[in-house]
């Protein structure tokens, strides 16, 4: 069993027209079963002209009209608790998980015993891309409580075979003094502002981060890990290898990077459709290499609360040149959330590309970073960028490095920031997703 890829199965190389039969079968069923069972689709449905029992095949996907979150928690709001998408009697559902965090109110899901297992495949298969195996031994430290990451990941890295330690967030100590005593090497699974966050811990602790064992990095959470700079703090820091997993709470963790680490590889094969669109006009883009769009996401297995044409509001770039690795389908890599992006006069900014530029300064910045934005858009002022100076530079030499970075912003995002300079250790370290904007003009501060 151990040398086994029992949840990489000939799905995710099968022939493209094998795959499509298989999807456009599911998809016809989900499609059947949500319309018998989702008051919230049926009206959606019906408000758009289109009738269910016309989607035939993977091309009638998109007659049907996009889901965005906002409207499963409106629903929630006046159909208690899990709003009109319950397409799972009360008695069936065995988990409760609540997503969000970035937007607006958590929405609350309900899962079946058959949805668990679905979510805990699509997870076993991104856990292994990335490196994992039985025979790790794997310290969880994300927030297990009620965010869809905690137990539900855990549940996932249990179906891949490893040893899975539910550690959580605020442990940081405990978890070291553990980890002093395991005298073998060890996984990470957390954020990557959270194991920097670990390391300044130990070193505080007078322990050197590096012997602490953790040899494979598991990450999500913050975009940050593709930042090269980034991901090379990272595992410098604790003397690991880095590697990225993406998920969306509502969907599970369908995308991973391989030892290739050449963008995340596209895992949902046979259990999630997912779409390509242009995110303005909603229109579908060709995957091609280097094209950039929104996805979009269609469970074809859901039993609980589906997802059809479901808005990521990710903006990714993907490719779709093969990998040395053999993984078939598309690769990609997360430009920013389509919520994080803001627009400085004409020019659409992501902070990830913000993080890029900063990154490119250490060791005289520390890569912390905060966007305070104090203008009701459209912003027409220079956006206040506050940067955190690494340990060893002098005070003096703030206000040169402060005109270089705001110059390389400048020629690489072609806008022009106001850079603030603070002292090392100055800003706050996250356990949880790092906040790089500060809307200020709705009520948003930095401490
Ligand atoms: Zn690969």
Partial sequence: MTDREHWNPDLETAPTDALR????AKLVRQIAYT?????????????????????????????????????????????PPFGANQTAPLDALVRMQATGGTTGRPLRMGMTRADIAVYNEIGARAAWCNGLRPGDVLFECMNYSLYAGGVSDHMTFETVGACVAPVGIGQSKRLIEILKDMRIPVALWSTPSYALHLADVAREDGVDPRTLGIRKGFFSGDA???????RARVEDALGLVARD??????????AAECR???????????????????????????????????LVFTTIER???????FRSHDRVTLWTSPCPC??????????GRSDDMFIVKGINVFPLGVQDVIAQFAPDLSGEFQIVLDQTPPITRD?????????????????????????????ALVFTPEISIRPSGSMPRTERKAKRLYRAYLGERPN
């Avoid at 956006?383 to 110059?407: K, M, N, T």
């Fill in 326 to 335: 053999g993984r078939q389908g598309f690769r990609f890599r997360v430009l």
């Fill in 21 to 24: 039969r298989i999807e456009a």
């Fill in 224 to 230: 940050g890990l593709a930042v090269p700079g980034y």
């Fill in 35 to 79: 319309a018998a069972h989702s008051l919230f689709y049926r009206a959606k449905w019906a408000a758009a002209g289109v009738h269910p029992e016309t989607i035939r095949g993977l091309d009638d996907l998109t007659r049907l009209p996009f889901t965005e979150k906002r409207e499963f928690q409106d629903s929630q709001q006046a159909n």
């Fill in 245 to 254: 997993m993406w998920g969306m709470g509502e969907l599970g963790a369908p």
């Fill in 383 to 411: 956006p206040v960028i506050r940067v955190e100076a690494g340990p060893d530079l002098p005070a003096e030499q703030f206000s040169d490095v402060a005109r270089r970075l705001a110059g390389r912003i400048r020629e």
């Fill in 260 to 294: 290739h680490v050449n963008g995340l590889h596209w895992l949902g094969q046979a259990l999630v459709i997912a779409e390509f669109i242009d995110p303005e006009g909603g229109s579908p883009i060709p995957m091609v290499d280097g094209a950039t769009g929104e």
């Fill in 303 to 309: 039993e609980a609360h589906p997802l059809i044409r």
